[in-house]
């Protein structure tokens, strides 16, 4: 349990090393400029709403506690749309997610990585991947109404920062499993067993990712890292 833990977060380790890789560099460009897009959005849109919540709900004689409620506000506006923009960065990303997939795990089986075939391909991939895109948001919806009702209930919602902290790890192991596994034409369907069965593994790559989004700067590299390092996954684990 432990060895499998520590295991899973070594193959975010190995996705930093494989997207500096030269061959691969090329395909993690398209993910990263997404994600420093929607997040650069998601972190203004965050602000904006805190300054609004501010003039909404403090009066003016109250101005003085601004500087101690602002830290509180932006920590529960940040989580609610560092989720949002997950998933929306996620929904725009996932068709070149599974080609860097795909050259990540050629170069991790020691054959050459292909070249780009060009955009012919994309509308088959753009397919295939939204597909799997809502059967992932349909079961993270799910689970999230569950901890939002944890979360609300006195006495129980002791363990609800556990609850998200697991449910934040499952989930980024989800989302990043699932495009080598796609590139073999299996589903969200197949991969929860194959989760589940190396659920420490799972839990401590999904655990690392959600610390490495935290980390201002480098929180934008976590969706090429989370790719990389999740096929490591697939070819080191899942796939047998």
Excluded: C
């Excluded at 560099?25 to 997404?34: E, G, K, W, Y």
């Excluded at 292909?114 to 919806?141: D, V, W």
């Excluded at 919602?157 to 449910?167: K, T």
């Amino acid at each position: 349990m432990v060895g499998g833990f520590f295991k899973g977060i070594s193959y975010v380790l190995t996705g930093f090393s494989l997207i500096t890789q030269k061959g691969i560099r090329p395909f993690v460009l398209v993910p990263l400029l997404i994600n420093i897009v929607v997040f650069s959005a998601g972190i203004w849109f965050a602000s904006a709403q805190v300054d609004g919540l501010m003039v909404r709900l403090l009066p003016s004689w109250l101005s003085w506690l601004e500087w101690l409620l602002w830290p509180l506000f932006f920590i529960l506006i940040f989580f609610a749309v560092f989720y949002t923009f997950s998933i929306i960065a996620n929904l725009i990303a996932a068709p070149f997610n599974s080609i860097l997939a795909e050259r990540v795990e050629a170069r991790l089986n020691g054959l050459p990585v292909p070249e780009f075939q060009g955009y012919r391909t994309l509308p088959a991939i753009i397919g295939r991947t939204f597909r799997s895109e809502i059967s992932k948001l349909i079961y993270m919806l799910k689970w999230l109404v569950v901890l939002l009702i944890i979360t609300v209930i006195p006495v129980v919602n002791l363990i609800a920062p556990f609850a998200w902290a697991f449910y934040g790890a499952w989930m980024l192991a989800i989302t990043y499993a699932d495009y080598p596994m796609g590139n073999h034409e299996l589903y969200f369907k197949e991969e929860l067993p194959a989760l589940k069965k190396y659920r420490s593994h799972a839990l401590g790559f999904g655990g690392a990712l959600s610390v490495l989004t935290l980390i201002p700067v480098l929180n934008f590299l976590a969706m090429p890292v989370g790719v990389a390092g999740g096929t490591a996954f697939w070819v080191d684990r899942l796939s047998k």
